[in-house]
């Protein structure tokens, strides 16, 4: 007689409850901040859009700062494939550093994100630059393999990178697409040109 064997705990879905959760409550976020702005955000009101209890946001994450951050973390583009350009490939990650930047709720989520509150380890910066240098990194590793001498990484930070975030955080007027390709063109027009 064949003895059946006792059923053990039940298998764990990928993802599960838990992953749609979370999917819903990003969503509701983002949407939000398109529709209301960043500052008139409130974790009820998220948790309404989710059609989630406000509790469960509260449970897992917090605050609405701990958030933004996640969802900041969550919501960057992979970086596009090389054009072959080493300028047009500076400038598609000029431009998209831009838009993710001005974006509804993008400077409400880069705040949160680099926010000495939501990590006292200050990860969150850490993560926001690595998120930027690694496709930095892309852009040069390609240039390089095409037999190019591109800048230094830290020259792109200095001059593209940098007054990006400068000019969306404090709000200078004028700071669009032609603004950003400006930049990669001066930095063109430095010694720093890529040779063959």
Not at 85 to 106: F, N
Not at 116 to 144: F, K, M, N, Y
């Amino acid at each position: 007689m064949n003895a059946t064997p006792p059923a053990g705990p039940p298998a764990k879905r990928p993802g599960g409850r838990s992953a749609r959760v979370q999917a819903a409550v990003h969503q509701a976020l983002t949407d939000l901040a398109g529709e209301r702005g960043a500052d008139q955000l409130t974790i009820p009101a998220v948790a309404e859009r989710a059609g989630v209890n406000p509790t469960t946001i509260y449970r897992r994450w917090g605050t609405l700062q701990a958030l933004l951050a996640e969802v900041a973390l969550h919501g960057t583009d992979a970086q596009p494939p090389s054009s072959g350009d080493l300028r047009t490939d500076l400038e598609a990650y000029a431009t998209r550093t831009l838009a993710d930047l001005t974006r509804p709720g993008g400077i409400a989520f880069f705040r949160a994100e680099v926010s000495p509150d939501i990590d006292e380890r200050r990860s969150g910066l850490r993560e926001c630059l690595q998120r930027a240098t690694a496709g930095l990194d892309t852009v040069l590793e390609a240039s390089r393999a095409r037999g190019e001498t591109p800048p230094p990484l830290e020259r792109l930070l200095d001059r593209i990178v940098a007054p990006l975030y400068f000019r969306v955080v404090f709000s200078v007027p004028n700071t669009d697409e032609a603004y950003a390709r400006a930049l990669v063109a001066d930095l063109f027009g430095d010694p720093y040109r890529p040779q063959r």
